[in-house]
């Protein structure tokens, strides 16, 4: 049982400090500082165990979030570990890499802002590992079959991690030279150090998973002769093509993918010596695109000493008041979205919301539907939240749909520095960072 009265007492939302920019862009280090245990707790005590959690249902994995929140109120870390793995085989990747779909489901921010989610699941992890409560969970006897697991990224480590687990002799091949896919040679390290991930993978070999590295599958070995040695073969190869964009000039010396410049910077940030390493020291850099890639290129080109960095990005300015993730920390999708979910739930007249502006009211501030025309949302069993639809979005197929953020502006921003320009010496005050500093600023210069 949650604290009746937490969200009462504790209406601030606290987050971990974050190093000061003029040191942390000196060294490759993470971001975050630990949080004091007793505020995260506070934090946590924040969860009002929701009798329709809707953080249910923004978490893609379906994490028990209520629960784990609540056992880490109250400090007890043993079951909230297990918990947390019943859902998530590596809480300490998403508890540092995901983007919280989550807190933007979630209830309490209708009237406050959510619950830290994220933090109080990085925190149970990192209390396990530190209390040595993640060892490696050898099963008990062994099927006898045998999967071969091509790719080592998240998607092919969990399900190895899983089939290990069922008693399955387990092999994962993988082309690089180390398994971990983007969480090792496309993130960088000041979003996740690879001791973490490292640390993982120990737990993984003691369990009897085993790694192929350096062992590309159609061209070292061909998948007729995995389909021959095992049993079943797994593809988890992620995807690694990139996308270019079909401007003129595309093409040009000096335009380079982020996955061609951040592998080897990620590489060099581990002590490697790389050849031919694209550098941003002394350029002046444009990013295409500020989500999350662009995020760790700026990142990744600030502590290489660029001179300059301008982003582009179809988006509003993030920690603008215009930009989605903004609202979502107000509100999770400006309450408009909370009125036909409720009526789903309850079969009531929604109450009339309660931040949201006459205008956002009129239209969906996401994609700009206008309420009439939405499509009225069906409850679904499962969680009687419009059916095939975020939680976030109340109309919203449009925003919803794989291509929503190109439709969710109706303008796109480029933004500059309006002073001198960027550079080692000027980050921590220049307007690079002010900008992409704010609390709202998932994945920008802060990385
Ligand atoms: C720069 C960057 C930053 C990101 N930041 C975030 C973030 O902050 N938060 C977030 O949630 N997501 C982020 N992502 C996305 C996230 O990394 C991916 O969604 C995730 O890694 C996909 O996991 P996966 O296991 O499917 O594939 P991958 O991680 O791509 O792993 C696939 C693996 O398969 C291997 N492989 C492919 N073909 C073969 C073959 N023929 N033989 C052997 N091995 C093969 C590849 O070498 C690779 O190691 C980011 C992505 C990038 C590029
Ligand atoms: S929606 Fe928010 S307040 Fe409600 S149970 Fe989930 S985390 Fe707790």
């Not at 500082?33 to 165990?49: T, V």
């Not at 983007?99 to 992890?125: F, M, N, Y």
């Not at 093509?241 to 040009?252: Q, W």
């Not at 609202?327 to 036909?340: F, K, M, N």
């Amino acid at each position: 049982m949650a604290d009746p009265r937490g969200f009462l007492t504790v209406r601030e939302r606290q987050l971990p400090q974050r190093r000061p920019v003029p040191v942390r862009i000196k060294d490759w280090r993470e971001v975050y500082e630990e949080q004091e245990r007793g505020e995260l707790q506070r934090q946590a005590g924040r969860c009002m165990d929701c009798g329709i959690p809707f953080c249910h249902q923004g978490c893609p994995l379906g994490n028990l979030i209520p629960e784990w929140n609540d056992l880490a109120r109250k400090g007890e870390w043993d079951d909230g570990i297990e918990r947390l793995h019943a859902t998530n085989n590596f809480p300490e990747f998403t508890g540092r890499l995901c983007p919280a779909p989550c807190e933007s489901a979630c209830v309490l921010g209708i009237s406050q802002d959510p619950v830290t989610i994220k933090q109080v699941e990085l925190r149970t992890i990192e209390e396990a590992f530190e209390a040595g409560t993640v060892v490696p969970e050898v099963p008990e006897r062994l099927t006898g079959k045998t999967v071969a697991v091509i790719g080592s990224g998240p998607a092919g480590l969990a399900a190895a991690q899983q089939l290990t687990r069922a008693g399955h002799t387990v092999a994962v091949y993988e082309r690089a030279d180390k398994p971990g896919g983007l969480m090792r040679y496309g993130i960088p390290e000041f979003k996740m150090e690879k001791s973490v991930l490292d640390r993982r993978l120990e737990q993984m070999t003691a369990e009897g998973t085993r790694f192929r590295c350096g062992t590309e599958v159609g061209k070292d070995i061909t998948g007729e002769q995995l389909r021959q040695r095992y049993d079943a073969v797994l593809l988890a190869t992620g995807a690694t093509v990139p996308r270019g964009l079909p401007v003129e000039g595309g093409d040009l010396d000096g335009v380079v993918q982020a996955m061609d410049y951040l592998p080897d910077a990620n590489r060099v940030a581990l002590g490697e010596t790389v050849e031919d390493q694209i550098l941003a020291t002394d350029k002046d850099v444009v990013i295409i695109g500020g989500g999350d890639t662009g995020a760790d290129c700026l990142g990744t080109a600030i502590r290489q000493g660029a001179r300059s960095i301008t982003s582009l990005e179809i988006m509003p300015q993030p920690g603008s008041s215009a930009h989605p993730l903004t609202r979502g920390r107000r509100t999770p999708c400006c309450s408009v979205s909370r009125a036909p979910t409720r009526r789903a739930a309850t079969g009531s007249t929604p109450p009339a919301p309660s931040r949201c502006s006459p205008t956002s009211r009129a239209r969906c501030a996401r994609c700009g539907s206008s309420r009439s025309s939405a499509p009225r949302p069906a409850a679904s069993r499962r969680s009687r939240a419009p059916s095939g639809r975020s939680p976030r979005s109340w109309c919203c197929s449009r925003w919803a749909s794989s291509a929503p953020r190109a439709r969710a502006s109706s303008s796109s921003w480029s933004w500059r520095p309006t002073t001198a320009p960027t550079s080692r010496a000027t980050g921590p005050t220049s307007p690079t960072s002010r900008a992409c500093s704010s609390p709202a600023t998932r994945g920008a210069v802060s990385r």
